[in-house]
């Protein structure tokens, strides 16, 4: 009778450390497949460089600032008043530069084309 307590209470021993092994063993995929998604959404984003005309004023900069920013695409832009140039940081699968030449235009300025920064 005590052999089959102890033979027992080994075979239940046995299966939670099955049990918990399997369970274990599983995680790591979790991780990868985490891991991969975070790879594939990286952004490759690229700055570039505006020659913008007729700003006479820090609302001017500021304008012209604040429209490039919003556009869709933009992550980060900064004007410069002084040398009349515009520098931004954008995503070239969401936005194409000359949108963005197009919309300082349209505000009233003469931007000129833009050009790639190399990193």
Request: hydrophobic content about 35%; some cysteine; overall charge positive.
């Amino acid at each position: 009778m005590i052999n089959r307590i102890s033979t027992f209470k080994t075979g239940v021993l046995f299966l939670l450390i099955a049990f918990s092994t399997s369970s274990c063993a599983q995680e790591p995929k979790k991780a990868e497949q985490t891991k991969s998604k975070i790879q594939t959404t990286t952004e490759i984003v690229q700055k570039a460089k505006m020659s913008v005309d007729g700003m006479t004023c820090s609302a001017c900069q500021s304008n012209v600032k604040k429209t490039i920013k919003s556009i869709y695409g933009v992550t980060d832009a900064e004007v410069d008043l002084g040398k009349k140039t515009a520098f931004f940081t954008y995503d070239p699968q969401k936005v194409k530069v000359d949108s963005i030449q197009k919309k300082v235009n349209d505000l009233g300025y003469t931007a000129g084309t833009p050009k790639k920064i190399k990193p």
